[in-house]
């Protein structure tokens, strides 16, 4: 199985920075790619599911690009709020479709 | 609309033992998967059921976990016997069809904690 990085592993920043993600993936046979945030306790969310090289996607503080031609994807929040703290999972269908996840990025924002 | 329902929400067995966990998915949803996520990893694939049938359990310990989705809606997921390894989180998720788009909705797991 192909594999996801994701870095950095986790981060620490104040309320109201910006903050970005890398999530690594192998760019051959591209199909999707898939970002999820996972708070304590709850469910994990889908954010955004990916499939254009140069696609850039917006959720509210939250933007995701997609360079499919070198394999990466970045995940932005702008201004980050305490309640962005979670795990934030970027993931890559298997051939069945069944999601191959990286390691996650854990992020804590502090007032 | 209900999101996809997952029991128990946490789990503490002792080494040996069996345990059962059980996923009731998001309704008109065909395809169901259960992912195993140990601490510090990503959540790992164990089993794809479409409706009733599976469609990829290649990672699936079948010396010790088992799992079925009877009638093709709630899936049941077995370890017997666990090992400490085991410990885990165990997530359930659903997506309306199979697909490199699909949007998989996860319900918030089961904890377990083999001692």
């Not at chain 1, 969310?45 to 970045?74: P, Q």
């Not at chain 2, 059980?22 to 794809?48: D, E, F, M, R, V």
Request: proline letters at 5%.
């Amino acid at each position: 199985i192909l594999n996801v990085e994701q870095s950095p592993q986790s981060l620490h920043v104040q309320e109201g920075d910006s903050t970005n993600f890398t999530c690594s993936f192998p760019s051959s046979n591209f199909y999707a790619l898939h970002w999820y945030r996972w708070e304590t306790a709850k469910s994990p969310e889908a954010l955004f599911v990916m499939t254009l090289n140069g696609d850039e996607k917006k959720k509210g503080r939250i933007s995701a690009t997609l360079n499919t031609k070198e394999g990466y994807s970045y995940l932005y929040i702008k201004g980050s709020q305490p309640e962005d703290s979670a795990t934030y999972l970027c993931a890559f269908p298997l051939s069945g479709y069944a999601l191959n996840f990286g390691k996650g990025t854990s992020l804590l924002v502090t007032p | 609309e209900a999101g996809v329902a997952q029991s128990p929400r946490y789990k503490i067995i002792e080494k040996r033992q069996s345990v059962a966990f059980w996923c009731n998915p998001i309704s008109g949803h065909a395809t169901l998967y259960w992912y195993q996520q140990i601490l510090g990893q990503g959540p790992k694939l164990l089993i794809q059921f479409q409706n009733n049938g599976v469609v990829d359990d290649s990672q699936l310990p079948k010396d010790r976990f088992s799992a079925e989705r009877l009638k093709g809606v709630d899936s049941t997921l077995k370890i017997q016997p666990a090992k400490l390894e085991d410990s885990a989180v165990y997530l359930c998720a659903s997506s309306l069809g199979a697909g490199e788009r699909n949007e998989q909705f996860f319900g918030p797991g089961t904890r377990l904690t083999v001692l």
